[in-house]
């Protein structure tokens, strides 16, 4: 299987740094064709829509971000015992995961109000197998309707900083009467970091 999405995002009225530096200094105004000269600082009136227009931007940041996976699994009966059959569950799954991230040319360069931000683009793969067991104990007593047993280990191979994990979980699920249950779960879990926690570049904002 396979998944992506991209993105683009606006923001607008971002301060244009070099642009706001060259509007207040009257020689690089002068110098530019663009700079509105009928700016007045000293004045008590409103600065006119001209110094909006010409210090204000729009930016624009794209990104993406595509999931390939493959998956194959085994389960079934692998005994009958008196309180049902042990039922297990076993596989093995393959992910790739990639995405960029690309800010606009103002906050790469360091010229945003918006803050500043670099490129970011990587990918990494993760190997997983996995076992699983769910057990009958106990089925149709007075006192127990029902009660199992679930086991299962998961051994995780990242090609990242996360290297190599293993994982697992025992629950129990318990049913004193047909509507009733009290499930109870212990386990270990693996966050691996994301895309943009290993490969983003700096990001500085106000």
Not at 10 to 32: G, K, P
Not at 33 to 39: D, G, K, N, Q, V
Not at 42 to 55: A, E, I
Not at 180 to 200: D, K, N
Request: proline share 6%; glycine share 6%.
């Amino acid at each position: 299987t396979a998944a992506n999405d991209t993105s683009t995002n606006f923001v607008q009225n971002v301060l244009n740094i070099e642009r706001l530096a060259t509007a207040i200094n009257a020689t690089a105004c002068a110098a530019s064709a663009a700079c509105p000269r009928e700016i007045n600082f000293l004045s008590r009136d409103p600065l006119p829509q001209s110094f909006y227009d010409y210090t204000s931007w729009t930016v624009k940041q794209r990104g993406w971000n595509e999931l390939s996976a493959a998956l194959a699994t085994v389960s079934g009966s692998l005994a009958e015992l008196p309180a049902g059959p042990l039922g297990f569950a076993t596989g093995y799954e393959y992910r790739e995961l990639s995405g960029e991230y690309q800010p606009d040319s103002l906050e790469a360069a360091g010229l945003s109000s918006n803050g500043n931000s670099f490129p970011t683009h990587g990918r990494y793969d993760v190997h997983e197998a996995y076992a699983e067991l769910r057990a009958p104990l106990l089925s149709n007593l007075a006192w127990a309707r029902q009660l199992d047993l679930s086991l299962a280990v998961r051994r995780s191979e990242y090609s990242n900083s996360a290297g190599s994990a293993t994982t697992y979980k025992v629950g129990i699920d318990y049913a004193p009467i047909e509507d009733l249950r009290l499930p109870a779960v212990y386990g270990t879990v693996l966050r691996a970091p994301s895309i943009p926690e290993l490969f983003g570049g700096t990001i500085e904002q106000f």
